[in-house]
């Protein structure tokens, strides 16, 4: 049997992630142009789903293999099992497929195992703990300390597709099949594609998570005031602070995260200032109104969207980020009038990239208390900061995970 197109993908994108250690949107990327986009998406859904319960998975298959077959053949039982047991692939097709995978003296191996996880393998996933063995032992360890019980159903929530959310321009239309959250978010089903909606083309809609959209409508700029968007890329957060009538500069470290940066303003036919520059030692030549930084950070609060964090990610990277940001979050203060507003977020679920720098705030800045009325649906999480989590919202189809606190300049 020919290897089918979506499932060459598939595996290509596993390799990048588990064995290279690249990004899986970066390896999308790179997966060759003669590729058919139907099979390129085709392809990412099923990584998706065994990034996602990767542990589950190699547990049900665990008591039909002797020992741990090399990576190639693992590959293949992986896509295997998460199409027979996830994704609702024929038995016959979704073993078939897998064996077309698998080195040609492995390929033995793969049919008998997957053919016992075709029979065994429903009832199998039904009695593991799936929360615990989908999610890597120090990421629940931390989650536990930083949130308590609530770390099951974090870890449950990442085992779903998260759903397309839109911010709108203003007087936007609301797009056909999509709910309006509290917070003004359009939500779609997950699998929608942007690129299809009517709106897309016109400019008047971009993809941002509901969490992602709360820390610039935290900042509340208003028109004409001179705010700096830093660690801007790829732009959801310029967009609102530029739609909303305030000039804007977008500053950004990474060069090659330009191009989509300009890319999106243009089709949003909005002008903000891109600015390809580090924060720290950024001389703008004038103080801001108002500052949001979205700090880089381990991304632990979009596991939901981005399935490969936890592969990609470990325990040393969290002291590292955390250093970067409070260094961030000094520089910011220097570039705001006295008076001046600053938003200080992260898109982590880890306190020590988010509650822990309220125990080091830079000099010059004080805690603006966040209030629950800022926050419709949400409300503020703790003595005056937000947080939320993948489990908040869940009857809407959940969040992403993330902290912000704004400050004001003494």
């Known amino acids: 049997m020919s290897i ?24 999308l990327d790179g997966i060759p142009a003669a590729v058919e986009p139907r099979d390129k998406a085709a392809g990412h859904r099923i990584a998706a789903a065994v990034l996602r319960r990767m542990g589950s998975l ?11 077959p090399p990576a190639p053949a693992l590959r293949a039982l992986r896509i295997g099992a998460a199409e027979l047991l996830l994704l609702g692939t024929p038995p016959h097709a979704a073993v078939a497929s897998a064996v077309s995978l698998a080195p040609r ?8 195992v997957l053919r016992r996880v075709a029979e065994h393998g429903a009832k199998a996933l039904e009695e593991v703990d799936a929360e615990r063995l989908d999610t890597p032992s120090w990421l629940w360890s931390a989650w536990h300390a ?27 239309a609301l797009p056909e099949g999509a709910i309006l959250l509290p ?11 942007i690129t299809e909606l009517p709106g897309f083309l016109a400019g008047e809609l971009w993809a941002q998570d509901a969490a992602a ?5 935290l900042l509340d700029v208003r028109p004409g005031e001179r705010v700096a968007d830093l660690c801007a890329a790829p732009g959801g957060k310029t967009a609102q602070l530029a739609a909303a009538g305030a000039q804007v500069f977008a500053v950004e470290r990474e060069g090659a995260r330009m191009p989509r940066l300009r890319e999106n303003m243009l089709r949003l036919k909005l002008a903000p200032e891109l ?11 004038a103080l801001f109104d108002a500052i949001l930084l979205d700090a880089p950070c381990t991304a632990t609060g979009t596991i939901r969207r981005h399935p490969d964090v936890p592969h990609l990610k470990r325990p040393k990277d969290v002291a590292v980020l955390a250093a970067q940001q409070r260094n961030l979050l000094a520089a910011a203060a220097k570039l705001l009038k006295p008076g001046g507003r600053l938003v200080f977020a992260t898109c982590s679920l880890q306190a020590e990239e988010g509650e822990a720098h309220l125990a080091h705030i830079p000099e010059g800045l004080r805690l603006d208390p966040i209030r629950d009325a800022e926050l419709p649906g949400i409300g503020a999480s ?27 300049r003494q």
């Open 213 to 217: 959209a709360l820390p610039a409508r």
């Open 58 to 68: 190699d547990a049900v298959m665990e008591p039909f293999l002797r020992r741990a």
């Open 4 to 27: 089918s197109p979506a499932r060459r993908v598939a595996d290509l994108l596993l390799e990048a992630v588990l064995e290279q250690h690249r990004a899986l949107e970066e390896a």
């Open 382 to 408: 703790g003595p005056g900061y937000l947080r939320t989590r993948p489990d908040m919202w869940a009857e809407h189809g959940g969040m992403d995970g993330f902290f912000a606190a704004r400050f004001i």
């Open 183 to 193: 917070n003004g978010t359009a939500r779609m089903p997950a699998g929608t594609r």
């Open 146 to 172: 930083a949130h308590g019980p609530a770390v099951r159903a974090i870890a449950a929530a990442h085992r779903l597709e998260a759903p397309l959310d839109l911010s709108l321009k203003p007087g936007a």
């Open 275 to 285: 600015v390809n520059s580090d924060v720290i030692g950024w001389q703008p030549g």
């Open 105 to 112: 003296p492995l390929a033995g191996l793969v049919n008998a």
